[in-house]
């Protein structure tokens, strides 16, 4: 028995529109010593989060 397909209730795009990203760096004056600390402290505080599901893991 064959199933009659469902017409999509999407369109397929026309168009497209390019998304330019934040640079990821130091911010102009910042030194990189200190980016690079503000990125490992962010790192812990999301192992630390206990929402977070990384910390059921073995």
């Known amino acids: 028995m064959s199933r009659r397909r469902k017409k999509p209730s999407w369109t397929p795009a026309t168009e497209f529109k390019v998304t330019m990203l934040k640079p990821n760096g130091p911010k102009p004056g ?25 910390n059921d893991l073995p």
Do not use: H, I, S, V
Request: charged residues 40%.
């Open 30 to 54: 910042q030194a990189t010593d200190a980016w690079l600390y503000g990125k490992e402290k962010g790192r812990q505080e999301l192992m630390d989060d206990p929402r977070n599901r990384f």
